[in-house]
């Protein structure tokens, strides 16, 4: 008999037309997570999208829904800087949403998943590199 699949929100975000070019448009994210939840048995029970929302504020309506997850066990996102590019912010989210285990955070790109201790450790290099992005640019 197969485990349960996890039940995932996916959170899609983009903050304007030229992301487009860059491979994040919101259908690039979304194709990416559809084969992501293929490949690793989740099921995507909601996706939720902010177009046109940048990533310097926490203070977006479909992240609050996507963070509210209901029956969810999980959280995917495309990268890491779709959810937010401040360490603090992310710091925060974990905090929040996911130091308990019961709920986890996976992100595609980075290959992130809070289930186990790699995954925590990884994520708390690559919330230094994306707030490195953010001040750079």
Do not use: H
């Not at 989740?42 to 029956?71: C, F, H, N, Q, T």
């Amino acid at each position: 008999m197969n485990a349960a699949r996890t039940r995932t929100v996916a959170y899609l975000r983009v903050s304007t037309d030229k992301q487009a070019d860059r491979g994040v448009s919101l259908e690039a994210q979304r194709a990416k997570m559809e084969g992501y939840a293929a490949l690793f048995d989740l099921e995507l029970v909601a996706i939720e999208v902010d177009a046109g929302e940048s990533a310097k504020s926490l203070a977006r309506p479909a992240l609050d829904r996507a963070l509210a997850m209901g029956k969810a066990d999980a959280l995917l996102v495309v990268k890491l800087d779709r959810l937010t590019r401040s360490v603090r912010d992310l710091c925060d989210l974990v905090d929040r949403y996911f130091r308990d285990g019961k709920r986890a955070l996976l992100s595609v790109g980075e290959q992130v998943d809070t289930r186990s201790a790699a995954g925590r450790m990884v994520l708390n290099v690559m919330s230094s590199v994306g707030q490195w992005e953010r001040e750079a640019i």
